[in-house]
């Protein structure tokens, strides 16, 4: 039978693969979105705020792990 503090650990984990998940699709998509921006200020935000979002994934990364 599994026990309410499981279910509870076993959602967790589904979140937190789903954050992984969601944060490779953001960097990825920030990375794109650098390409089609062509003034220079904005071009390094977008690749900071891409930094940011691998950055997230390495710490939701080693929570799962």
């Given at each position: ?7 509870a650990?076993?959602?967790l ?8 998940s ?5 960097a ?16 390094a ?8 979002e ?8 080693g929570?799962?792990?």
């Amino acid at each position: 039978m599994t026990t309410v503090s499981e279910i509870a650990r076993l959602k967790l984990i589904r979140q937190l693969q789903d954050a992984y998940s969601g944060e490779l699709a953001a960097a990825h998509a920030y990375r794109g979105h650098c390409h089609s921006v062509r003034d220079p200020q904005q071009r390094a935000r977008i690749r900071q705020i891409e930094d940011e979002e691998w950055h997230h994934r390495r710490l939701v990364g080693g929570l799962l792990a």
